[in-house]
């Protein structure tokens, strides 16, 4: 297995702030930077905003979410120095929760969403200054069910997902949960716990056992 490559060439401080480091200069102050007040252009007057991020180096990452759309379309949003950076549009998905750690000079967030019926996912996004939000990777679950978890102490995201046997249908199948660890952008699936009837929390550790009821 590859170990994670320090990512210098995908600098996601931006070239100020690099340079700030670099040469010794202070950075702004925790609390300094400035929350986004009102929904970006591309998400409607009454978007939501479920999650605001602040990050190292005067950035955020925000996530707004439609409550007036069946299905609820989303819209990520990062910002640098107070202005918004990039965007990135999430059609059909109801964005959750979110959180972000270092990647070298970069910053790899997760990113939750509820989707359709009966779906669930997670996005993984880096965000550069560069480049502005690259999306690397995506997970979806078979039942409502996803949360984020710190499984393998590394300071970036990893994931639980809960997924269904469909058997003999839907409404009464069994579910289970699968765990993830974030590996170099991707979600890398560890094993899956064993098929329940009832709802359960989600696994606290990883899981290793076979999915061949996926």
């Known amino acids: 297995m590859r170990f994670p490559r320090l990512r210098s060439a995908l600098a996601g401080l931006g070239a100020t702030a690099l340079a700030a480091t670099l040469s010794g200069t202070a950075t702004p102050a925790a609390g300094a930077t400035e929350r986004a007040t009102s929904p970006p252009p591309e998400c409607s007057a009454d978007c939501e905003r479920v999650f605001d991020l602040e990050l190292p180096y005067d950035a955020r990452l925000v996530g707004w979410r439609d409550g007036t759309v069946p299905g609820g379309d989303s819209v990520l949003t990062y910002r640098l120095g107070g202005k918004e950076h990039d965007t990135l549009d999430l059609p059909g998905r109801r964005v959750l929760d979110a959180d972000c750690g270092w990647e070298g000079d970069a910053q790899r967030c997760a990113v939750t969403y509820d989707t359709g019926v009966h779906s669930a996912g997670a996005l993984s996004v880096t965000l550069l200054a560069d480049r502005g939000i690259v999306r690397t990777d995506e997970v ?24 269904s046997t469909y058997d003999p249908n839907y409404a009464e199948a ?11 952008g991707e979600f890398v699936r560890t094993g899956c716990a064993a098929p329940e009837s009832e709802s ?8 290793y056992d076979t999915c061949v009821h996926h």
């Not at 069994?174 to 170099?184: A, D, K, N, R, S």
């Not at 359960?200 to 899981?207: I, K, Q, T």
Request: proline share 9%; charged share 30%; net charge negative.
């Open 200 to 207: 359960s929390p989600a696994p606290e550790e990883l899981v």
């Open 140 to 163: 979806r679950a078979a039942t409502p069910g996803v949360e984020l978890r710190h499984y393998d102490g590394n300071g970036r995201a990893d994931l639980a997902l809960r997924q």
């Open 174 to 184: 069994p579910q289970y949960w699968e765990t993830y660890l974030e590996f170099e």
